[in-house]
Nanobody
Framework: QVQLVESGGGLVQSGGSLRLSCAAS????????MGWYRQAPGKQRELVAT???????NYADSVKGRFTISRDNAKNTVYLQMNSLKPEDTAVYYC??????????WGQGTQITVSS
């Protein structure tokens, strides 16, 4: 089994920046894709960005040009650098991993609040 632990959430003013980290442990050798999702109050969870083990990136249109996902395989950690934050980015952000057997694991979530 894989375990994911997120860190880096908090309160920031509009236009500010934050970086999220997600450290993976356990059966990490099975992990293929890692990513970030978010869920705002009253809304469904949505994809923010993903990165494959080969480095292929995918971003939601709403964050392209502002957010950057990266992965440090030596540290088993995935990052989400968030710049030019907007109030509509306010949500709980979840780390997610998928392994070679298509098993998905979620982190516990971290709150991001962007004030206007």
């Amino acid at each position: 089994q894989v375990q994911l632990v997120e860190s880096g959430g908090g309160l920031v003013q509009s236009g500010g920046s934050l970086r999220l980290s997600c450290a993976a442990s356990g059966l990490i050798f099975r992990i293929t894709t890692m990513g970030w999702y978010r869920q705002a109050p009253g809304k469904q969870r949505e994809l923010v960005a993903t990165i494959t083990s080969g480095g292929r990136l995918n971003y939601a249109d709403s964050v392209k040009g502002r957010f950057t996902i990266s992965r440090d395989n030596a540290k088993n950690t995935v990052y989400l650098q968030m710049n030019s934050l907007k109030p509509e980015d306010t949500a709980v952000y979840y780390c997610h991993s998928v392994d070679t057997f298509q098993n998905g694991v979620w982190g516990q979530g971290t709150q991001i609040t962007v004030s206007s």
